[in-house]
């Protein structure tokens, strides 16, 4: 209409591209409404403006890095993380990359504690220090089978030597959410069946997400005996058995599942707590006990075969209860502390339901009210009848 009103016969690409970016109108409809109404598309505009903003999203998703900077003598990094949360370290290499009109650094060592993001579990954060400066480790990842560090400042000295830090806190609370993956995947298997198989997990110090394939949606009952299961696991205090370098055929011998997703080599290392024996390459807590408590926050379908369960443990597990007693405290007052607060609740419910009943009952007699009124107010006229009332 709007073209039309400017006596115009063709929709621009930028308007037609418009209508698709911003609206969801693929090109297809746009082309029909318009040859409905005598129209064109400049089609030829309209992809302009499509590679352009191919164009932007591209910058804004590329990633430019420089060249390698050598500092030391290239060796392969050696990981030090299973047994030590800090180290002497040096830096063997730098870059700077760009990203998303950011820069910062990838920093490579001769050895480090810092676990790099796989399996599920973030990278581990921490910083670099010496007596002279102290950078920031915001991130760790593996990259062409290299350990990189990411900082957001190059070290004033790349030569000089460095005590790795990680930060402790938050990989030991990430430790007690991966530990609970597993404990999580063997109650599974035990209470819905060993067609149970890991499809995807998420791990940080928040939480945990793990993704598994089931046929229906896990009914309450399901879920509380899995979560007193992991709970019971816990409590059982049972220690970590690791095996860093076990042969494949050996490792499948002890029954130990494979994680979603991950390539495994000749040797492996398999992760056991009890029952529970799986290929793992994160960082784990020495005993179930450490994990403190389990608590499964949300069950949902991820596709089709695909469910999810969210789940906190230890101090996020400890500020939910601690968040729940406050509510439950609140609503206690609300309802004047009364002596059995689950019957206080449903009695507030029936009796809302009667008084919207009710409410009902009062709008529907005043409708048929006014219905009556609004008939007695009608004038007649030649003709026809008429009617003039203002009404709230």
Known sequence: LQVKATQQTQITGAAAFELYDTYG???DLTSLIARENDLSIDEDGFLKELEIQKDRSRAATSIETDDWMQVHTDVSTTFLGYDQQNAAVQIIKYRRVSQKGKAFFQLVLDQTPFYAEGGGQVGDSGFLANNHERIRIFDTKKENNL?????????????????????????????KNHSATHLLHHALRTVLGT????????????????DFSHFSKVTDEELAQIEQMVNEAIAANIALHEHRALEIEAAKAKGAMALFGEKYGDKVRVIEFGASVELCGG????????????????????????RRIEAITGPGAMSYF?????????????????????????ELQNKNILLQKELERFAKMQAQQLK????AEVQQKPGFNVLFKTLD
Not at 147 to 174: C, G, M, W, Y
Not at 283 to 305: C, D, L, Y
Request: net charge positive; charged share 25%.
């Open 147 to 175: 350990i990189v560090h990411l900082a957001s400042e190059l070290p004033k000295d790349p030569k000089a030597a460095f005590t790795a830090q990680i930060d402790t806190q938050r990989q030991n609370d990430t430790a």
């Open 322 to 346: 601690k968040d729940k007693a406050n509510q439950l405290e609140q609503i206690d007052a609300l309802l004047k502390k009364p002596k059995d607060l689950v019957k206080a609740v449903e």
């Open 372 to 375: 009556q009124q609004l008939k």
């Open 25 to 27: 109108f693929p090109l």
């Open 283 to 306: 960082i784990h807590v020495s005993n179930t006990a450490q994990i403190s408590v389990f608590k499964i926050v949300a069950e949902s379908a991820v596709a089709a075969g695909i």
């Open 195 to 210: 067609h149970v198989e890991q499809k995807g997990s998420l791990v940080n110090e928040k939480g945990l997400r793990f």
